[in-house]
């Protein structure tokens, strides 16, 4: 998918702090199509993908992170699954939610009544190793991006601040989406300049900048984000490098065979003689794989090749 969507890295202070920032405009533009998403639902996932990005950029490009937000909201658990080389996917599990005021998309929209005040946010990290890393922590107050910034704190124990914004048009489809994270590296004098961008963030300057960019957002540059989300940082800024993000599912016909596969011979016999048939819908994208009753009786065949000789 064509996009004009980018995050960057760079470090300030000396290499005291460190810090991202993401244009997803496009990426969430597509989710949020894909799931018809309304109202708070869109709003959600795009923070949450913007969340995402700025996590699973911190690490390796071959690093997968999955953000989940388990709130006890009407909007149910929002899950991004993103990667260090800039591609992400979300869901939701309840998107039609009622429109937002148009007039809200002028600035910071609340969500956290649809997520949830209460919850958890729960993130894992594969490194390709063969072993996943898991923390949770409590939802801080349902706007996604300050209970992930509760989390890098409290869990991962990086001292962060970190704002994501997604602002809708006044017809209620998503305009814009971008974020910004500020780290402390470890052993640094890094915790005043997390502090004070922390402040900027908590008064709004994100939101605000965000819904000064006028038509479609498309000249909006990580740099830009950077600009407003640093302030008098700025100066001390030293880029390392900026790449391109889209949104990716990795779903294949043979995932979906292999989900078949779970159910078991049994099942899958039963299935045939039931149904005749089957599909599987990838959660992340929608994209539907349907079975016919040969298809399925080759999964089962399959599965018979593959189990062990009695001991």
Do not use: W
């Not at 994100?206 to 600009?227: C, F, I, K, Q, T």
């Amino acid at each position: 998918m064509d996009s004009g969507d980018r995050i960057a890295r760079g470090l300030i202070g000396d290499g005291a702090a460190r810090v991202v920032a993401v244009v997803a405009t496009d990426l969430v533009k597509e989710a949020v199509r894909r799931h018809a998403a309304t109202g708070a639902a869109a709003v959600a996932m795009g923070r949450a993908a913007v969340a995402g990005l700025l996590l699973a950029t911190l690490a390796k490009d071959e690093e997968r992170v999955t953000l989940q937000i388990l709130g006890r909201g009407p909007l149910g658990t929002v899950t991004v699954d993103a990667s260090g080389a800039g591609t992400a996917r979300v869901f939701v599990t309840r998107p039609n939610l009622p429109a937002l005021d148009p007039a809200l998309g002028e600035g910071r929209v609340s969500i956290g009544e649809s997520v949830g005040r209460l919850g958890i946010v729960n993130v894992i990290r594969d490194v390709g190793l063969g072993q996943d890393f898991s923390g949770q922590t409590p939802i801080v107050d349902g706007e996604i991006d300050t209970d992930v910034e509760g989390y890098l704190c409290m869990s991962e124990q990086i001292d962060s601040a970190i704002a994501c914004e997604a602002q809708l048009d006044a017809s209620g489809r998503i305009r814009v989406a971008g974020g910004v994270l500020v780290q402390a590296l470890p052993h640094s004098e890094g915790a005043p300049l997390v502090e004070a961008a922390r402040r900027r963030f908590r008064d709004g300057v994100l939101a605000r900048a965000l819904a000064a960019v006028a038509g479609d957002a498309a000249e909006l540059s990580p740099a830009a984000l950077l600009a407003v989300g640093l302030d008098d940082d700025l100066a001390s800024l030293r880029l390392l490098g900026e790449r391109g993000v889209t949104f990716e599912c990795p779903c294949s016909r043979e995932r979906a065979a292999s989900t078949l596969a779970l159910l078991g011979e049994d099942d899958l016999l039963a299935l045939i003689r039931e149904e005749g048939a089957a599909d599987v819908t990838c959660e992340f994208c929608r994209a539907r794989y349907d079975f016919t009753d040969a298809a399925l009786e080759e999964i089962r065949h399959g599965i018979r090749r593959h189990v062990p000789p009695p001991s």
